[in-house]
């Protein structure tokens, strides 16, 4: 699959500086979808062979609370007592508006700029709540609150990779989401059904490199994982929770976290994946929407600009 464009961007600091806690918004661009590819190959649906954490059920490595401080995914914004509120004056849901939630200017007429409203078809819009950082609209799907990003130092480099298999820059960004080494499962891999998705890419710094990694969630409830991927995404990663029974993942296999660095060089499987981040979709061999977390379209333009870059 060929990329639109090999332009080399240089990474602003303030993006190679998102720490523990931030994620979400990254600098505002039109998006950008990738070419559509062959098939993403990983994980097949049918089975795939992912090896066991090995963890202990009590293993807490200080993840959870810290994804605890992050901002509600969900909410984003402040929320309005619709109560209180009622219907708002001025505001409402053009002719072609179906029922969900809408950001104004978007079939809302009338409201306030930077404010999510919700639809029922035509008539009265409802405020759902203001959004201090700006309102995303997502094609296909609801709009949101964009998630304000928080000043942060720069990500540092660490010379040591936190396991052998990554890419040094991958290394260094999941370690500021907070990701230890006894949370990454697998980097460099050949497992059969796996289709070669975790075979090497590359090397970088004179380390041999997979783009894919899997990282445990031993100890991480579902709303948890989804600030996880938020965090990984704005740095640079498709992330992809692999839930049994969820997005199409077999409800055999492993709960775990598949992330493909989009800053390096990958073989055409993962590049299929990227397009499926890209285009919402789930990055397995169902090729269907991804229905557990969209990140905000100037996070999916960034990962689309560094994977450009690199590929």
């Known amino acids: ?123 009265k819009a409802t405020v759902v709540r203001k959004c201090p950082a700006g309102c995303a609209v997502n094609p296909g799907r609801d709009d949101s609150c964009k998630v304000p990003v928080a000043p942060a130092p720069a990500c540092p480099h660490v010379d040591a990779t936190l396991r052998f298999g990554l890419h040094p820059t991958a290394s260094d960004r999941l370690r500021c989401a907070g990701i230890t080494s006894a949370r990454i499962t697998q980097t460099i891999g050949n497992a059969a059904a796996s289709a070669g998705t975790h075979a090497q890419d590359g090397v970088a710094s004179g380390r041999a490199y997979s783009a894919a990694t899997d990282l445990s969630v031993r100890g991480l409830s579902d709303a948890q994982v989804k600030k996880l991927i938020a965090r990984l995404d704005s740095l640079g990663f498709a992330a992809f929770f692999r839930n049994p029974g969820q997005d199409g993942w077999p409800s055999s296999e492993v709960r775990h976290v598949h992330v493909v660095f989009a800053g390096a060089r990958m073989k055409s499987s993962l590049r299929a994946q990227i397009s499926d981040f890209l285009n919402g979709k789930n990055g397995l061999a169902s090729h269907t929407t991804y229905r557990f977390y969209q990140p905000p379209a100037d996070v999916k333009a960034y990962v689309r600009r560094i994977f450009d870059a690199a590929n």
Do not use: W
């Open 1 to 123: 699959m060929k990329t639109e464009s090999l332009r080399k961007l240089a990474l602003p600091l303030a993006l190679l500086g998102l720490a523990v806690g931030s994620f979400g918004a990254l600098p505002g661009c039109a998006v950008e979808t990738a070419e559509d590819g062959a098939v993403a190959q990983e994980e097949n649906d049918q089975g795939d062979d992912h090896p066991a954490d090995g963890l202990p059920d009590n293993f807490d490595d200080g993840l959870a609370t810290s994804l605890d401080q992050d901002i509600d995914i969900e909410e984003g914004g402040e929320e309005v007592d619709s109560t209180a509120q009622g219907l708002v004056a001025g505001a409402s849901c053009d002719s072609d508006a179906k029922t969900g939630e809408y950001c104004a200017g978007d079939k809302v007429s009338g409201g306030t700029r930077g404010t999510l409203y919700r639809c029922s078809g035509p008539g």
